[in-house]
């Protein structure tokens, strides 16, 4: 069974940097696409930024130039690098991303548990 697993969320005054991992484990052949998506509270689950297993970026227009989306040297681990973050970055991210793993002919998504980022003075 694949996992993603978060860390790196916290709290944060306006103006601060914090910097998200997400790590996948099990018997991962190749992953694609690598994704983070935020939620705040009482709104939908929206795309932040993405990354191809060729690297290709896209960002959110609300984070572009503030954010940037890095994979690992494992390949398995996303980052995202958020800088200058406003109180209306506050919401619980999540990573996601296209797997194929020994199971599998296919490549299908999973979600990781989330972490809360707070902008908050």
């Known amino acids: 069974q694949v996992q993603l697993v978060e860390s790196g969320g916290g709290l944060v005054q306006p103006g601060g940097s914090l910097r998200l991992s997400c790590a996948a484990s099990?018997?991962?052949?190749?992953?694609?696409?690598m994704r983070w998506y935020r939620q705040a509270p009482g709104k939908q689950r929206d795309l932040v930024a993405a990354?191809?297993?060729?690297?290709?970026?896209g960002y959110a227009n609300s984070v572009q130039g503030r954010f940037t989306i890095s994979r690992g040297n494992a390949q398995n681990t996303v980052n995202l690098q958020m800088n200058s973050l406003k109180p209306e970055d506050t919401a619980v991210y999540y990573c996601?991303?296209?797997?194929?793993?020994?199971?599998?002919?296919?490549?299908?998504?999973?979600w990781g548990q989330g972490t809360p980022v707070t902008v908050s003075s």
């Open positions: 099990g018997r991962i052949l190749s992953i694609a696409m």
């Open positions: 996601n991303a296209d797997v194929r793993d020994t199971t599998s002919t296919s490549y299908f998504q999973v």
């Open positions: 990354i191809s297993s060729g690297d290709s970026t």
